[in-house]
């Protein structure tokens, strides 16, 4: 059974960066062809993040463009999002998410808050 755990999450200032990491289980992450981060912060709707692919190729949403970093370390297992000049309205619950055969798997979520 695939299993996603996300961690790194914490409290950041704005401008300051964190490091997000969500470890992969049930199968190596070599076989998955991508894997993404979604956001959801409070009262709205989930976002999409970023993307990456078996050959590492990313593609990002508009608001995080520039500033966020995704990668697969295969050797780890995980799937990484470095996220820098962090803003107030990054707050949210992050989730890693791979496909599934019955839909998508998600993660329990890492949460991320950003003052000002």
């Known amino acids: 059974q695939v299993r996603l755990v996300e961690s790194g999450g914490g409290l950041a200032q704005t401008g300051e960066s964190l490091r997000l990491s969500c470890v992969v289980s049930?199968?190596?992450?070599?076989?998955?062809?991508?894997m993404a981060w979604f956001r959801r912060a409070p009262g709205k709707e989930r976002e999409w993040v970023a993307t990456?692919?078996?050959?590492?190729?990313?593609t990002y949403a508009d608001s995080v463009k520039g500033r966020f970093t995704i990668t697969r370390d295969n050797g780890k297992n995980t799937l990484d999002l470095k996220m820098s000049s962090l803003k107030p309205e990054d707050t949210a619950m992050y989730y890693c998410?791979?496909?599934?055969?019955?839909?998508?798997?998600w993660g329990q979520g890492t949460q991320v808050t950003v003052s000002s």
């Open positions: 998410s791979a496909p599934g055969g019955d839909g998508p798997i």
């Open positions: 990456c692919t078996g050959s590492n190729t990313a």
């Open positions: 049930g199968i190596t992450i070599r076989s998955i062809a991508s």
